[in-house]
């Protein structure tokens, strides 16, 4: 049976950097995300007697990296039905993938979504979660809607997210900034694996709790200046333990950093304006609906963004009607 499905990328609120379980993608922390109603994946699949292997196309390509990846996840999923039918996949995002906008993110969990009703298998959304979690962390993320809590455990079975707020909370408003059309050498996958070596990540860890806290307590109480402060130190913090991790790396370009300078100065101006990112260089700017068409105009005259995306927080993967193939 063939089916489709549309999964929104996020961005997360409180980070979650490294990992207690490889294997399994199980976090060291809890992290909150929202999910971005302009970063989008449709992903169409239907498994066909007639195929001999898997055939995947993603954004009009062929890449085996990726290809290998979804192969892999479609082994699970199979699994979980018992059966040896291959698949036909085809992907598209309408944001740029492997440069820090989470493509990954709604990319798989388009892909449960879509493998698993194409099998028949009515999952619960935990299960849901629980399934993309182990093809991309943030994966399971994108599958409940709104403002979501990814929670840790060190069983497999017990980390997943789920909605803590709808969609339709809070109208606040994220721009993504472009600021680079090259996608990061270092995977986040990979960069994860060096975490626990950074000397700061244990203090992290032992703040992050009452962190979780207060931003969720900011978001209950649309408390937008309190929000955008824990989200700004929050991100500088992940990057302070990745550029001090026994790998060190650093995902900024100039342009990064210049529109974090251009941001401070903006707040000093009276624009409440916040920034956060991902492991990568394009920036997430958060701002208030009532001051989205200041935000708009001020960041189409900086030379160095390249693109604008504008989003509200965004519902739940969901099955749609409109084929890719």
Wanted: proline share 4%; glycine share 4%; aromatic share 10%.
């Amino acid at each position: 049976m063939k089916k489709t499905a549309l999964a929104y990328s996020n961005i997360a609120l409180i980070k979650y950097w490294g990992k207690v379980d490889f294997t399994n993608r199980l976090p060291a922390n809890n992290s909150i995300s929202m999910n971005l109603s302009n970063l989008k994946t449709i992903t169409t699949v239907e498994f066909q007697p007639q195929l001999k292997k898997d055939d995947v196309l993603i954004d009009g390509a062929k890449v085996d990296k990726e290809i290998i990846r979804v192969k892999k996840h479609l082994d699970r999923i199979r699994k979980i039905n018992n059966t040896l039918l291959f698949a036909k996949v085809v992907s598209q995002n309408n944001f740029p993938k492997s440069t820090g906008l989470s493509s990954s993110a709604s990319g798989f969990a388009a892909l449960t979504l879509a493998a698993t009703s194409g099998l028949n298998l009515n999952l619960s959304e935990n299960k849901l979660s629980h399934l993309a979690r182990l093809a991309s962390g943030s994966a399971c993320r994108s599958i409940p809607g709104g403002f979501v809590e990814w929670y840790q455990s060190t069983s497999r079975h017990d980390s997943f997210a789920k909605t803590i707020f709808p969609d339709s909370y809070w109208n606040i408003v994220d721009f993504v900034a472009v600021v680079g059309g090259q996608k990061k050498d270092i995977s986040t996958s990979f960069a994860q694996r060096s975490a626990f070596s950074s000397p700061f990540l244990k203090v992290r860890l032992k703040n992050l709790p009452s962190k979780l806290k207060y931003l969720k307590l900011a978001i209950e109480e649309k408390n937008f200046p309190v929000f955008g402060e824990i989200i700004e130190a929050e991100a500088l913090e992940m990057h302070a333990i990745i550029m001090t991790q026994a790998r060190p790396l650093i995902y900024f370009l100039p342009e990064t950093l210049a529109l974090f300078r251009q941001v401070r100065m903006w707040r000093l101006e009276g624009l409440l304006v916040f920034f956060t990112l991902n492991t990568g260089h394009d920036v997430h700017l958060f701002c208030q609906e009532k001051d989205k068409d200041i935000l708009n105009k001020k960041l189409t005259l900086l030379p160095f963004v390249k693109r604008i995306i504008i989003n509200y927080p965004a519902g739940k993967a969901a099955i749609i009607n409109k084929h890719l193939f």
